[in-house]
């Protein structure tokens, strides 16, 4: 983030025209908003999709390039960084992870196919790293996804993004950040937990009446299946929620359950956007393992271009993710506006700000 003036979408508008583009509900939205707040825009969007939120992302992306670049340098990168080479890992205590959940697999009737040992290794190595990486995604990755949020806000209220006046906001609302993103955290972990109990339950179910390792796998499948489709859903309502407890005075609980009220309607397209990040980020995860983590060829030399590009390309998935979030929120404000007589305001224009802290250049 830099202290810069924000080009805004509306500037846009007859260079599209020139172009022959097309303006996005998203767009008109923005072109609708008053010079008083996001909080007084009146929204006449009643229908997006996951391709609107990424064209609109885009151009957002690209009227403050420098300053979303800068915070995906600074916040994003490191902890890509740590990630992707798996350097907080230790694989000995991987292996002990690894062993222990295939001896309940083994219990479950489950059978160990080479799917079922990789699944295991891989999880047991993901929930490692995630526990280790902790404090990264508490401090510098949640600070990331509040510098997008504000951004982005900023963009749709044609205000100046100026990095004196976001930590002072920062150090207003960082509590109730922390506070919603634990939240999350309890919400993602309860969501596996049930996940294992149930696969657990059904497997030794499915065990004990038909005694068949073909039949017990199937049974896991469709577990994992219901599974995908609970867990892909709470992870959407948690990026909003996480959204919510940036704009607006709400945190913890209660932006989760704002967040679940506002996606009501768009759910599909929250789904949407979080299959093509989860691709994105999932297939650069693989080409790391395999071009620089994993010697499979040549003399390793290529790993000192392609590590950190690869880091760089998760990096800018990353930024796109919580930009769409940031955007899809917005949306959804649109498309349930008057729907809801109780939905909070946003607080960020509410928070005064030291006047010798924004003459900061």
Known sequence: MESSSVVSPRVSLNHSKLEGSECTPL??????????????????????????????????????????????????????AILLSNLVVDQHIVNKLTYRLLLVAEVCGLPLKPFVTVSCHKFSEMVLSLTMCFPLFITSSLLSKAAVVYSVYCTYSRKKVEISKFFVIVRKIWKKVVVTYLWVCMVIVGCIMLFFVLLVAVCSAVSAIWFSPDLVFYAAIVVGL???????????????????????DVSGAQALFRSGVLIRGQTQVGLLIFLGSTVGMGFIEGLFEHRVTTLSYGDGSSRLWEGPLLVIMYSFVVLIDSMMSAVFYFSCKSYGMGASNGESQPILESIAVPPESIDIQ
């Open 226 to 248: 219901v599974f995908s489709v609970v867990y892909a859903n709470a992870v959407v309502i948690c990026n909003i929620g996480i959204v919510i407890s940036v704009l607006e």
């Open 27 to 80: 767009h008109n939205l923005e072109l609708e908003s008053s010079d008083t707040g996001i909080n007084h825009c009146e929204y006449q969007f009643h229908s997006s999709s996951a391709l609107d939120i990424l064209r609109e992302t885009v151009r957002i992306l690209r009227f403050n390039s420098s300053g979303f670049m800068i915070t995906a340098a600074v916040l994003i990168c490191p902890v890509s």
